[in-house]
Structure formats: structure tokens, C-alpha cells
């Protein structure tokens, strides 16, 4: 699986940044997003490429053909845990960052915005400001979500295998 490029640092004081410096790093970000929305919609259908044969496998009687829908099926739930793992770690990262910038952008409207508001009005524009770097962590967790149920599938693929070859031996023996 190819990797996902690293967020460049931001470099944007976010509790000095006027609405202006905010649009023009939210065009920024979007512009990742959208790279990283269409990486992750290749990889899922990657995901589904690999996984959707060995349905077909299964339905085989030959032994041989499903001990090694089995043993591909290990093999691409170990991927796919690694992966979790992998963009665990980005989601991660992701949230510390939008944290940091959620309250870099909340002291700017407490202290720097000119402007007397509501706490309410406060959390409503640092939203709007930060909706970019919220989609991230967002588009990480849809993925992360395919993965886990990619996980259970090849799980319950290998528990239909077990089935299957118990099914098997049964009738050879009866």
C-alpha cells in the first residue's frame, strides 16, 4: 500500500491570523484533503479488489484452494491491522493538532478579535475557521472504520473456513 504524504507544519500564528491568512490556509488544507480523500477511496477499493476473491474461494470443495483463501486471508488481516495501526498514529497526530489550533483560535477571539461575543458566537467561528482540519481527523476515522469492518470480514472469512474444512472432513469420514 502506497503511504500518505505528512501534513507540511503550519506555519500560520492562528492567534493573530486575520479572516483572510484563514481562508487562504483552509484553501490550502482543503487541497489535502481532497488528495487524501481520493488516497483513501483508491485504497479502500484496493481493500475490496483484495478481499472480494477469496469469497469466491471459499465456495470451492477443494481443500487446497481453501487453505490458501485461509492463508491469504491471515495474511491480509495482518496488512490491514498494520494500517490500522498506522493511521491510529496520524489520527492521533491529527487531533493533538486541531486541539492546539482550536485553542490558538479561541484565545484569538477572546483577546485579539476587536469584537465582544458570546462564548456560543466564539465556538461557532473557531468551527468555521478550523472546518478544514476537522475534516481530516475526519477522513481518517471513516477510513480507520473501513478497516476495522475489512478486519472483521477477514476474520469471520477464516471462521468459514474453519466450517468449511470441519463440513469436509465430516463427510469424508461419514
Known sequence: ?????????????????????ILNMNATVNARNEKLDVFFTNQR???TALLTPLFHQIGTREPKVIMEAQSESLAIRSRIQSD???????????????????GDRMEYY????GVKTA????????????????????LLEIHIDFLRESRK??????????????????????
Open 1 to 21: 500500500m502506497s503511504e500518505i504524504q505528512p501534513a507540511k507544519k503550519n506555519t500560520l500564528d492562528l492567534k493573530r491570523a486575520d479572516r483572510q491568512a
Open 45 to 47: 477499493e484496493l481493500w
Open 84 to 102: 490500522i495501526s498506522k493511521y491510529s498514529s496520524e489520527l492521533s497526530k491529527a487531533y493533538v493538532s486541531f486541539n492546539n489550533a482550536f
Open 110 to 113: 477572546m483577546t485579539g478579535f
Open 119 to 138: 462564548s456560543s458566537e466564539k465556538v461557532k467561528m473557531v468551527d468555521r475557521d478550523l472546518a478544514e482540519a476537522k475534516r481530516k481527523t475526519e
Open 153 to 174: 470480514i477477514c476474520d469471520n472469512l477464516g471462521f468459514s473456513i474453519k466450517n468449511i474444512v470441519s463440513i469436509i472432513s465430516y463427510l469424508e469420514v461419514n
